[in-house]
Nanobody, 126 residues
Framework: QLQLVESGGGSVQPGGSLRLSCAASGFTLDSYTIGWFRQAPGKEREAVSCISHSGSITHYRDSVKGRFTISRDIAKSTVYLQMNSLKPEDTAVYYC???????????????????WGQGTQVTVSS
C-alpha cells in the first residue's frame, strides 16, 4: 500500500530545532522526488524543500536556506527535514509528497506531486 507518513512535529521556542520524518511505503525513494511543503493558517501552501530521486540534488526556499536540511535513508525508506534556528514564521502544518523523477532538478509545482502525507504540525512560539 502506497503511503507517506510524517512525524516529528511539535512545539518549540524560537531558535529551537525539530527533525521531521517522512516514512514512505509502497514505492522506493530512489525512483521518485520527495518534497516537503507547509501551510500556515490563512496562507497558501508553499514548497519548502525537495530531494531528487538520486539523492544528489536538493532545493530549499530562500527563507529556510542555511537553517533546514533535507536528507534521506534509503534503507529506512525515510526522508528527513532537519529544521534548526526555527522562527515563528515557520509555524505551519508540514507535508511530504511524492513527485516524479526529474533529471537535473527536484523543484516542481505542487500539482506534479501525486501522493501526500497527512501532515504534522510545527509550532514555533515563545
Amino acid at each position: 500500500q502506497l503511503q507517506l507518513v510524517e512525524s516529528g512535529g511539535g512545539s518549540v521556542q524560537p531558535g529551537g530545532s525539530l527533525r521531521l520524518s517522512c516514512a514512505a511505503s509502497g514505492f522506493t525513494l530512489d525512483s521518485y522526488t520527495i518534497g516537503w511543503f507547509r501551510q500556515a493558517p490563512g496562507k497558501e501552501r508553499e514548497a519548502v524543500s525537495c530531494i531528487s530521486h538520486s539523492g544528489s540534488i536538493t532545493h530549499y526556499r530562500d527563507s529556510v536556506k542555511g537553517r533546514f536540511t533535507i536528507s534521506r535513508d534509503i534503507a529506512k525508506s525515510t526522508v528527513y527535514l532537519q529544521m534548526n534556528s526555527l522562527k515563528p514564521e515557520d509555524t505551519a502544518v508540514y507535508y511530504c509528497a511524492r513527485g516524479p523523477a526529474m533529471f537535473g532538478l527536484c523543484s516542481m509545482p505542487a500539482p506534479r506531486y501525486d501522493y501526500w502525507g497527512q501532515g504534522t504540525q510545527v509550532t514555533v512560539s515563545s
